[in-house]
């Protein structure tokens, strides 16, 4: 069973930066494909950003495409989520999950995830 663990949360400004992190506990997450979620007060968990295991797709929310980015290092068991550009609608608590093989339908779907991490909170102020 994988474990995943999220770093990087904080607060910053608006138009300021983070880079979450997320650390796996196995070496066999390279064939995991790799998503972020986030979780805002009051309302549902929504996909952010995911990596095909092959690392040859990746897909974003409409809403953070050009701002995010996520990546990982093999070789370190790691993934990250770059963020720039945050707004105070980017506050949440950020999730990030591994789906393994067979996998889920849509890199997209939480459902699909079979794996999370606790979440780091991530507050974007005005």
């Known amino acids: 069973q994988v474990q995943l663990v999220e770093s990087g949360g904080g607060l910053v400004q608006a138009g300021g930066s983070l880079r979450l992190s997320c650390a796996a506990s196995?070496?066999?997450?390279?064939?995991?494909?790799m998503g972020w979620f986030r979780q805002a007060p009051g309302k549902e968990r929504e996909f952010v950003a995911a990596?095909?295991?092959?690392?040859?797709?990746?897909s974003y929310l409409g809403d953070v495409k050009g701002r995010f980015a996520i990546s990982r290092d093999i070789d370190k068991n790691m993934v990250y989520l770059q963020m720039n550009r945050l707004n105070p609608e980017d506050t949440a608590v950020y999730y990030c999950?591994?789906?393994?093989?067979?996998?889920?339908?849509?890199?997209?779907?939480?459902?699909?995830?079979?794996?999370w991490g606790q979440g780091t909170q991530v507050t974007v102020s005005s």
């Open positions: 999950a591994a789906d393994r093989p067979p996998y889920g339908s849509k890199l997209t779907e939480i459902a699909g995830y079979d794996y």
């Open positions: 196995e070496r066999t997450f390279s064939s995991y494909n």
């Open positions: 990596l095909s295991w092959s690392g040859s797709t990746t």
